[in-house]
């Protein structure tokens, strides 16, 4: 819909203001039959003024109609399907944790079976972090399971709303703040799966570390069991645990090790906990974080994710700052810095400089601001040009990533509104690829710099970049703090992780990683559809890129009606 | 000739002009084909009717001055001769259209005028305000004296036509009226002035300019009524089509209150050539006679 078109709005007055103030004519005729004129005249006076006022009427219509037609309005509402129900399954992470012995989401799935029974004319879909269509088939032989993405309510509202179901049916474990800011129309019945029952969630609360040992302090608000997992330079140790209100978990640990990221995973948890702790006091380096976004929400930027990769922890220091009050700065020791959307101006320029004397790794993000851009021709890379993307859903079945998969878990999907694409050189080598060639990260490795050619857009669409940024913020943290990066890898490369599959098939049904041709990694996001392991082809993409939703497009007819109201007014002037 | 006639040289021309245009329009029409009712002066004693300025000196009766000391003339008829009283309607509504209604009418009377004279009926001209006064016309020679009245003619404001009706009724009873006027008069008076015509053998010739059948030629203006100060806000092309019913069906109930009163109504528009008018009058006349 173009909204400027409504900028022609006051001129609906127009007719009104000609209708009230008309120039009157300043000639006069002296009529010598004006006593039969004026019998006329007053016969025939409010049918005049009736017939004027009709006119002035039409008018206002035709120019209403044609501001209509000029916005290109469209109705929400699809014409084809105007009946039906659809049932919705909240499908997302939260429903995997247990209700008594059984999952939310195998109760949500026996609620839509008792509804499918009594419907004939029902559609089902599951709703993550996107809006899916399910095969009945499927649900009803249970192949269908809860995913490890977040769920995205208000996204899936909007798609369901549009198909215009008569009634429709939101299945879902009850956990209310999805669905906050929300207002359901009529029609819509939402059922609590879990019948109001209170949700159990753990989270880390601190992490200390002793001679030899870790102690990680975990709480709940109610009785759950958690897996956690800790990572170092040197080692890998995972565990289980149970616990009611609060816990200590005390692991010996290679005192070798200069830092640990830990994290925790559980049934009861809405996401993945994450601690990044440098075990070593003395090693305290500073972390540079560079926001240059404009954004005035700061959890909805990259910047967002950082701290909570960072700032929870101990052993960094984080510096935010703006490019004005940066100068004199510059002695700190960084230990990372991160340019994200970076302006172009002397202090950024020298900032760059700084950093890549001094060899510290920078991360730097692509943004609306012109820095990127800039910093890029300083690095002698070149950008071939920048692709508006709606949806690298849509765009993308499959990730390469011939880097990292450092928890083994599926990528979830990305939402992003440019894309640079950069010219390949030797320089340059790709850390995360898109299944059609073009790098959304990598790295400078003789310059020690990271670049992500993308940034996420600023509404909650971006959600799910959480899940794959803040561990990747992580790994590139662990591997460009010390020389020692290549040990690093070596425990904990995806080459070992168990989730890896040598891909000799073109097509998987199994959400998994894959491996191809020994380097090449290829997630499988979908799994109610076959996937293809190789690239889509370019044409394809464009085609996908480009469906959008168009609705019931209301100008076409204020268009028409236009027309018979101008036929209308030419009828009422004669 | 009344001494109120300032003659100039455009009246002179008027003047000269109209004597032309009757002359040659004479020429065109078949001669004998008007023969007059009343003409002229008659053999058989009528009546006595008091001296007007222009009579013959021949026609007092001196016997009677001789009696009363009051100067009469003796009135004879001549069944073939009557007195022929072209009468304009000279008041402001005749002021009007692009071929002047009232300009119509002065060329018209001046024709029907000429073509009395030449065949010796006597011509008498009159207008509703009275001015000019002009004495019956007395012989060819001295006619073109009616020429130079009709020449001097000029639009006047608010004329009653009963008023001048009382005149009327003071000339001879052996009288032909034939009227020049647009009629626009409020429907009471036109319907008055009519029936008072009754007794009197009259015929009028109705004048209708083109602007008055059709408004849709006009822009959007005040119309005003232009022997008063009454004007109305009127856009032509929405009010056109109501007009012009109404004005036809106005021109209708003439016809038949004039024809009612025993008159013979004549329509015509400026726009038809004098000519025409003259024979469908003189056409028209025949039929009835």
Redesign the interface.
């Known amino acids: 819909m173009n909204w400027s078109a409504f900028y022609f709005a006051p001129f609906l007055i127009l007719p009104i203001i000609i209708h009230l103030i008309g120039k009157k004519p300043e000639r006069e005729i002296k009529f010598p039959p004006f006593e039969l004129l004026k019998r006329v005249y007053r016969e025939y006076k409010w049918y005049l003024k009736i017939r004027n006022l009709l006119l002035l009427l039409v008018r206002m219509c035709i120019l209403l109609l044609f501001i209509i037609s000029a916005s290109k309005l469209s109705c929400g509402l699809s014409p084809e399907k105007k009946e039906g129900v659809g049932i919705v399954i909240d499908s997302s992470y939260s429903t995997m944790t247990f209700d008594g012995n059984k999952r939310i989401f195998k109760k949500e799935v026996e609620i839509a079976k008792e509804i499918l029974m009594k419907t004939k004319d029902a559609k089902v879909f599951k709703c993550s972090d996107t809006l899916t269509s399910l095969f009945i088939d499927d649900l009803l032989n249970e192949k269908v399971e809860p995913e490890f993405k977040s769920g995205n309510a208000r996204r899936c509202y909007e798609a369901i709303s549009r198909m215009g179901f008569s009634e429709i049916f939101w299945i879902t474990d009850g956990r209310k703040d999805g669905y906050e800011g929300l207002s359901f129309k009529e029609g819509m019945k939402i059922i609590d799966a879990s019948q109001g029952k209170k949700f159990v969630n753990a989270w880390i609360d601190g992490v200390e570390i002793k001679e030899g040992a870790v102690a990680i302090h975990l709480k709940s608000n109610g009785k759950t069991a958690v897996e956690w997992e800790i990572k170092s330079n040197v080692s890998n140790l995972k565990g289980k645990t149970e616990f009611a209100g609060e816990t200590l978990i005390n692991v010996l640990f290679h005192s070798d090790s200069d830092w640990l990221a830990i994290k925790i995973k559980g049934d009861a948890l809405d996401a993945d906990n994450y601690y990044f702790v440098a075990k070593n006091k003395t090693y305290k380096r500073l972390v540079g974080i560079f926001n240059f976004s404009p954004s005035e929400v700061p959890h909805l930027d990259e910047a967002y994710y950082l701290k909570k990769a960072l700032a929870t922890g101990e052993g960094f220091r984080i510096k935010e700052k703006v490019p004005s009050t940066m100068k004199g700065d510059l002695k700190d020791e960084y230990a990372f810095s991160f340019l994200l959307n970076p302006l172009w101006n002397s202090y950024v320029k020298e900032l760059v400089n700084f950093f890549l004397n001094m060899k510290i790794p920078i991360f730097i993000s692509a943004g609306e601001n012109p820095g990127f851009k800039e910093i890029c021709e300083l690095l002698g890379i070149k950008i071939r040009g920048i692709k508006e993307v709606e949806s690298f859903r849509k765009l993308l079945p499959n990730f390469e990533i011939p880097f990292f998969s450092l928890y083994g878990e599926v990528f979830d999907e990305i939402y992003v509104k440019k894309l640079y694409l950069v010219e390949p050189s030797k320089e340059v080598e790709p850390v995360i690829l898109l299944s059609s060639g073009e790098p959304i990260l990598f790295k400078i490795p003789a310059k020690n710099v990271y670049i992500l050619t993308t940034t996420a857009d600023l509404d909650w669409s971006q959600f799910p970049i959480a899940r794959i940024f803040t561990p990747l913020i992580i790994d590139i943290l662990l591997h460009s703090l010390k020389d020692d990066v290549k040990e690093i890898k070596g425990g904990f490369s995806e080459k070992g992780g168990k989730t890896l599959v040598k891909a000799d098939m073109e097509f998987s049904a199994v959400p998994g990683l894959y491996e191809k041709d020994e380097k090449i990694i290829v997630a499988n996001l979908n799994p109610t559809e076959e996937s293809l392991l190789t690239p889509m082809s370019s044409v394809k993409l464009e085609t996908e890129a480009s469906k959008r939703y168009t609705g019931f497009q209301v100008w076409k007819y204020t268009l028409l009606f236009t027309g018979i109201f101008l036929l209308l007014e030419s009828v009422l002037l004669k | 000739m009344n001494e109120q006639l300032h003659l100039d040289e455009e009246i002179l021309s008027k003047a000269k002009g109209l004597y032309i245009e009757a002359r040659k329009i004479k020429g065109e029409l078949l001669t004998g084909h008007h023969k007059s009712k009343i003409k002229g002066k008659g053999t058989d004693f009528v009546e006595l009717r008091e001296y007007t300025n222009g009579d013959d000196i021949r026609d007092i009766d001196w016997k009677f001055y001789g009696r009363s000391e009051k100067l009469m003339v003796k009135v004879k008829e001549d069944k073939g001769r009557i007195d022929l009283l072209l009468c304009i309607d000279d008041s ?3 002021d ?1 259209g692009k071929n002047n ?1 009232l300009e119509y009418a002065v060329r018209l009377a001046g024709t029907i005028g000429y073509l009395g004279v030449s065949q010796s009926d006597r011509v008498i001209l009159k207008t509703f305000s009275g001015f000019p006064e002009v004495p019956p016309s007395p012989s060819k020679e001295a006619f073109f004296n009616f020429f130079l009245a009709l020449a001097m003619i000029k639009p006047k404001c608010s004329i009653k036509p009963l008023k001048f009706l009382r005149d009327v009724n003071a000339l001879s009873k052996n009288l032909k009226v034939l009227l020049f006027s ?1 009629m ?1 008069y ?1 429907e009471k008076i036109a319907l008055e002035f009519l029936s008072s015509l009754e007794g009197i053998e009259f015929d009028i010739i109705h004048i209708v ?1 083109d602007e ?1 059948r059709e ?1 849709a030629g ?9 022997e ?1 100060d ?6 032509p092309h ?2 056109n089509r ?2 012009r019913k ?2 036809s069906d ?1 021109e209708k109930n003439l016809e038949e209150a004039v024809t009612e009163n025993g008159g013979l109504y004549i329509r015509t528009t400026t726009s038809i050539p004098i000519y025409e008018t003259v024979t469908n009058y003189l056409t028209r006349l025949g039929t009835r006679r």
């Open positions: 402001y509504s005749m009007f209604k647009d626009l409020e300019a008055e408004i006009f822009e959007q203006a005040f119309f005003k009524d232009p008063g009454e004007k109305i806000l009127v856009d929405l009010l109501y007009y109404a004005f106005w």
